[in-house]
């Protein structure tokens, strides 16, 4: 069981960055490009998700490559794929930059006892896109990871945790604050549909 | 929960494609290569100042260790050739007498002074 698992979490690393990462930790600096160039692309969507401005992006997986060229020798294929690993840094550096902006506005909506059980039947996706970007960013990429991805919690829990808890106690977070934010959700539509 | 996600899904495949439009700039893998390589040097910058402060803390080392540097020793190597040994010990036994002579000088002059102060003192009272 346990081989299965680290079988099929090591499958998800490429042959090719396997190589890669082993020519970097044996001192050949130039192989970071062939990495840079190859999950770039990937991870710019990623970071996009979360910041809104091309030059922000920019500035985030540039951080995100310096990171995790200074990091690389924590990186462990048996938890999570190179590009998993590199999202995880992409996340909270992401997150990181948005604070120093200030950009991150948390709605102050009141939870009381009025929240509608369901979002309401004639809610369109447009209507819920509009909601979702009212959501704090850290709220919109867990509905990105989760909903659009279609990923586990638990890998979302290893992009997500930082505190260096347990990745169980980190699922546990993710599905309350999944329950909170379609609560959250709820209220927005809602109200947008009485206005 | 299922009706939430086939709601979710075309909802946040709008923030998806708005984010697929954020393209890496050609120039990526030269600003972060440039922002690396100055960490490489510094990793060689440290070992390089450490050998440097080891070899003057060695040099100073032997310098104070070595037995002729006491200050008394000929001012090069062909003098020193041609100064016999025993020489040297005559001129550390002449200088440690002249110390002594000098500390001893010392310790009578304050012997001396406290005496006239105290002959001062007993002359106020």
């Known amino acids: 069981m346990t081989f299965r698992l680290f079988a099929s979490i090591y499958s998800r690393m490429t042959n090719e960055d396997h190589i890669i990462i082993q020519r970097i930790r044996s001192g050949e600096l130039r192989e970071f490009g062939l990495l840079v160039n190859s999950h770039g692309p990937a991870l710019m969507a990623f970071v996009g998700r979360i910041v809104e401005q091309q030059e922000d992006a920019e500035d985030v997986v540039q951080n995100t490559f310096v ?9 462990d294929p048996l938890r999570a794929s190179l590009s998993t690993w590199l999202q995880r840094i992409a996340y909270h550096e992401a997150l990181y930059h948005l604070r120093k902006r200030k950009r991150q506005v948390l709605l102050p909506l009141d939870m009381g006892d009025d929240v509608p059980d369901e979002l309401p039947e ?39 945790n930082a505190s260096g808890d347990s990745l169980n106690r980190e699922v546990s977070r993710l599905s309350s604050q999944l329950h909170r934010i379609r609560q959250r959700l709820r209220i927005i539509l809602t109200r947008m549909n009485d206005e | 929960m299922n009706n939430d996600k086939a709601l979710f899904r075309p ?20 600003r972060v290569m440039e922002r690396i390589k100055p960490k490489r040097r510094h990793a060689w910058l440290y070992p390089a100042i450490t050998a440097v402060a080891a070899s003057i803390l060695l ?25 016999p040994a025993w020489q040297y010990e005559d001129e550390r036994t002449i ?30 009272e």
């Open chain 2, 95 to 124: 200088r440690n007498a002249y110390f002594a002579h000098q500390k001893e000088i010392q310790e009578k002059g304050e012997r001396l002074a406290a005496y006239i102060q105290q002959q001062i003192t007993v002359n106020i």
């Open chain 1, 67 to 75: 990171a995790a060229y200074e990091h690389l020798k924590d990186y």
């Open chain 1, 122 to 160: 004639t809610t369109t996706a447009e209507q819920l896109d509009e909601a979702i970007q009212e959501l704090p960013p850290e709220d919109q990429m867990l509905l990105q990871l989760y909903y659009f991805d279609g990923r586990p919690l638990k890998e979302i829990a290893y992009i997500t």
């Open chain 2, 59 to 83: 040099l100073l080392t032997f310098h104070t260790q070595d037995p002729e540097s006491s200050g008394l020793q000929p001012q090069n190597a062909s003098q020193a050739a041609e100064t």
């Open chain 2, 11 to 30: 909802a946040l495949q709008r923030q998806n494609e708005r984010a697929a439009k954020m393209k890496m700039p050609d120039d990526m893998e030269q």
